[in-house]
């Protein structure tokens, strides 16, 4: 049995005329429902709301005001909900819709309270379906494209695999080749974005090294060609393969990957250096503070010359900090008033970049 996240792209759910596409919506729902039935467990990553809106209100122009824009994939969501309601129905499989936004996988206790959610819809039977709450997502909040919400669900979710099903057959490299296992050094071909997508070629492959550093099998392929879902699952190469890492704790994944940065440290040469060696942070290597934190918040640890080392989950807030920082531990008691925690950020509660 596997957990398998899959997306599938505006252009690929909505025709150019705003129109659902329905017979695709079918199609996916046939598919999905036989992986559900050979006991793998699915969830499906959906955008094309704010497509659906301009179609069924008859919208001309997609430059619209920020509020007809939420007021339009209001709209929308109806529209694609009862289509992907319809569709599973006829293969004897129930749906439920999840509306997200980025602070629900930042918050540690939303997000807690979110994978609960999945996981009772899963053990009741049904198919979660998932899209950004763009009715109330703001410039601050919102994902910007549903390849970053499909990765951070696998991640959260800890999947097997995720497929992000797109317009395009896979990343090309320069000379306009499918590259079949991704690697960071290639030289890859400019592209443009799709006419109802929000994100580009970059924000796919942020989502694969994403999840794939998570060790979650990525594939990212031609979302026309349905039966990509089954080819990936089954070993074929369908399109671009994200080869998996080392799996890491729950914690540490959400930490790195999912979690809101409240603030930052500066941290000394040697600070880093024990970092990369997995030791614990102590406040004796702290040499800078930006923003206001309390202790449980995760911050962002930077070394001396502005590069990101990882991220953390501190013992001592902004102010706590601002007094123990160059200071050894055994120094903290004096420094604080009272008893409490020897490290700055137990070296359990830190995810590394590499």
């Known amino acids: 049995m596997s957990k398998i996240v899959i997306k599938?792209?505006?252009?690929?759910?909505?025709?150019k005329n705003g129109e659902i596409n329905k017979s695709y919506i079918i199609e996916l729902a046939r598919i999905i429902s036989n992986l559900k039935k050979a006991d793998n467990t699915i969830i499906l990553i959906t955008s094309g709301a704010r497509a659906a809106g301009y179609g069924k209100a008859q919208k001309a122009h997609v430059e619209e005001a920020l509020y007809i824009k939420q007021a339009l994939c209001a709209i929308g969501q109806v529209q694609l909900m009862?289509?992907?309601e319809t569709a599973f129905d006829m293969y004897d499989e129930k749906?439920?819709?999840i509306l997200i936004n980025r602070?629900?996988?930042?918050d540690r206790n939303r997000f807690l309270n979110l994978r609960n959610t999945v996981t009772g819809l899963i053990e009741m039977g049904f198919i979660p379906i998932?899209?950004?709450?763009?009715?109330?997502s703001t410039e601050e909040i919102t994902f910007g494209d549903n390849d970053l919400l499909a990765a951070m669900t696998a991640v959260g979710w800890k999947a097997d695999y995720l497929i992000l099903m797109s317009s395009i057959e896979g990343i090309l490299d320069e000379d306009g080749e499918i590259i079949r296992v991704f690697n960071p050094e290639t030289r890859l071909k400019k592209m443009s974005s799709s006419s109802w997508g929000t994100g580009g070629i970059e924000t796919k492959i942020n989502a694969g090294i994403t999840a794939a550093t998570t060790g979650i099998k990525v594939c990212i392929c031609d979302g026309k060609k349905l039966e990509n879902i089954t080819g990936f699952l089954s070993g074929q190469n369908t399109g671009t393969t994200f080869e998996p890492g080392k799996i890491p704790s729950s914690r540490k994944?959400?930490?790195?990957?999912?979690s809101s940065s409240a603030g930052k440290i500066t941290v000394n040469e040697g600070a880093v250096k024990a970092i990369i060696s997995k030791k614990s942070l102590l406040p004796v290597g702290i040499t800078g503070v930006g923003g206001r934190f309390d202790s449980g918040d995760v911050i962002e640890v930077k070394d001396q010359t502005g590069k990101s080392?990882?991220?953390?989950m501190v013992n001592f807030s902004s102010d706590e900090?601002?007094?123990i920082m160059g200071h050894q531990s055994e120094d903290l008691k004096v420094l604080l008033g009272k008893e409490g925690p020897k490290v700055y950020i137990h070296a359990d509660n830190f995810w590394i970049n590499e």
């Open 253 to 258: 994944a959400w930490i790195g990957f999912l």
């Open 82 to 84: 009862k289509l992907y």
């Open 309 to 312: 080392v990882g991220r953390g």
């Open 95 to 97: 749906v439920a819709q």
């Open 103 to 106: 602070n629900d996988f930042g």
């Open 130 to 136: 998932a899209n950004e709450n763009d009715t109330v």
């Open 321 to 323: 900090t601002l007094k």
């Open 8 to 15: 599938v792209g505006s252009n690929l759910l909505v025709k």
